[in-house]
Structure formats: C-alpha cells, structure tokens
C-alpha cells in the first residue's frame, strides 16, 4: 500500500490537470490452469475452474460469437436521481 501510495502521489503531482484515460496492467507470473494445484479452501481438484472463471469463459464464448460488446464486465450506470425518474 505504501508503493501504490507514493505512485499515485507521484502521479497526481506530475498530470494534475490532465484527465486519465487508460490503465496499464501487467501479469507476472502467470501459469496454465492445468498447473495450478487444487485451491485448499475450496473444494477445487487440480486443475478445476472456479464458478466466476466457468462464467467468464461463457461471456467470452458468446462475445466472440455475438461481437465483444453483448456482455460487458463492469458497467456501472449512474443511479436515476428523483427528478430523471419523473
């Protein structure tokens, strides 16, 4: 947390006024599913997907089929104050 804290402060001082539009991120370490051994919290064999990457596998099985658009990870839509309800 002290890393990330001296970057963003770092970062904030350098583009206060530019607006930030992407990020970055780099995976180290990265293995095969089929290397990974079995998780020992959960009932997981080795080798087994978890639930949430079955259903990610399933959203990119129908955005490749569909186009990259029909199911989106983490649209957030604002709240409809009382006055845009009507």
Do not use: C, Y
């Not at 087994?48 to 989106?72: H, M």
Request: hydrophobic content about 40%; charged content about 20%; proline content about 6%.
């Amino acid at each position: 947390m002290q890393i990330h804290r001296a970057m963003w402060e770092q970062f904030t001082a350098t583009f206060r006024r530019k607006t930030l539009l992407t990020v970055g991120v780099h995976l180290g370490e990265v293995s095969r599913l089929a290397d990974r051994s079995g998780d020992l919290l959960l009932p997981l064999a080795p080798a087994e997907p978890t639930q949430g990457e079955q259903v990610a596998s399933v959203v990119d099985l129908i955005n490749r089929r569909f186009g990259s658009e029909t199911i989106k990870h983490g649209v957030n839509l604002p709240h409809p104050g009382f006055f845009e309800r009507g």
